[in-house]
């Protein structure tokens, strides 16, 4: 069976910095797009940062451009988000997901979520 795991959350201060990870198990995981979105309460999902699975190519959403690195390993069926100068806004549940399109096969994968808190 399919599993995502996060890992990296917690508190920090503004201004600080933490990793997320998301190690994938019973997957290929190469040929997955991966993707961190967040979600804050009473806020919609929010996607944050995607990576590609054949060329390691990333997206990310404006709010966290040039704060936010994500990265994946695909040895180690792992995706990271490096995430700097982290501000209260940014405080909300990180998920991680898995997705696969081909033509009208289609598979999506979520993990169940942590949470980062940025405050004083």
């Known amino acids: 069976q399919v599993q995502l795991v996060e890992s990296g959350g917690g508190l920090v201060q503004p201004g600080g910095s933490l990793r997320l990870s998301c190690v994938a198990s019973?997957?290929?995981?190469?040929?997955?797009?991966m993707t961190w979105y967040r979600q804050a309460p009473g806020k919609e999902r929010e996607l944050v940062a995607t990576i590609t699975a054949d060329d390691d190519i990333t997206n990310y959403a404006a709010s966290v451009k040039g704060r936010f690195t994500i990265s994946r390993d695909n040895g180690r069926h792992t995706v990271s988000l490096q995430m700097n100068s982290l501000q209260p806004e940014d405080t909300a549940v990180y998920l991680c997901?898995?997705?696969?399109?081909?033509?009208?096969?289609?598979?999506?994968?979520w993990g169940q979520g942590t949470q980062v808190t940025v405050s004083s």
């Open positions: 997901a898995a997705k696969f399109k081909f033509g009208t096969l289609e598979y999506n994968y």
């Open positions: 019973g997957l290929t995981f190469s040929i997955y797009n």
